[in-house]
T-cell receptor, first 117, second 118 residues
């Protein structure tokens, strides 16, 4: 069975602070993908990143960076110099292999990030 | 717009009524997914279509839930004899497939339908 754990239910920071959102996953598959989505109050899930299990290089996109460590089954997300507009619920997700379910996503419980001015 | 469109945005129904939720995926997207998101929780998978074929419906919570995508584009999620525990946000997502990567193209989500059962 697949499982994603986001241990941090809520995080509150002051603008311009750096913040890291943790994600730990469980899977028996050797090939899988990991994702991060952002859900602002409007409700739409916004895709942020997809990472292949074979690619452990860290990635940076502007103020966002991701640290994938297969040895610890973690895929953490860091926002540098946070802004009020970053306030949202962030979900980490893991995909099933295509053969069984068309890449259905297993989501974590989400982390509510609040950035205060 | 070019995104996934869901309607209605909000739906209130009395317990026992039937409801139908619509999803219009991104044009050309082969794969379509339905998820259920309870308050304060992450989305949970309901069902998956590849074109008009429903390949996985293992997440549907009961036989009161039914989904279809007859022409491989628009999809409808129907819930019969609604119960209070059906209250949730229902999210639709679509994704494309490419020749060199059969799976795991990012899913693009709609705004969801917030269903409240009184």
């Amino acid at each position: 069975a697949q499982k994603v754990t986001q241990a941090q239910t809520e995080i509150s920071v002051v603008e311009k602070e750096d913040v890291t959102l943790d994600c730990v996953y469980e899977t028996r598959d050797t090939t899988y993908y990991l994702f991060w989505y952002k859900q602002p109050p409007s409700g739409e899930l916004v895709f942020l990143i997809r990472r292949n299990s074979f690619d452990e290089q860290n990635e940076i996109s502007g103020r966002y960076s991701w640290n994938f460590q297969k040895s610890t089954s973690s895929f953490n997300f860091t926002i540098t110099a946070s802004q009020v507009v970053d306030s949202a619920v962030y979900f980490c997700a893991l995909s099933d292999p295509e053969e069984t379910s068309g890449s259905r996503l297993t989501f974590g419980e989400g982390t509510q990030l609040t950035v205060n001015p | 717009g070019a995104g996934v469109s869901q309607s209605p945005r909000y739906k209130v129904a009395k317990r026992g009524q039937d409801v139908a939720l619509r999803c219009d995926p991104i044009s050309g997207h082969v794969s379509l997914f339905w998820y259920q998101q309870a308050l304060g929780q992450g989305p949970e998978f309901l069902t998956y279509f590849q074109n008009e074929a429903q390949l996985d419906k293992s997440g549907l919570p009961s036989d009161r839930f039914f989904a279809e995508r007859p022409e491989g584009s628009v999809s409808t999620l129907k819930i019969q004899r609604t119960q209070q525990e059906d209250s949730a946000v229902y999210l639709c997502a679509s994704s494309s497939r490419s020749r060199d990567s059969y799976s795991n193209q990012p899913q693009h989500f709609g705004d969801g339908t917030r269903l409240s059962i009184l």
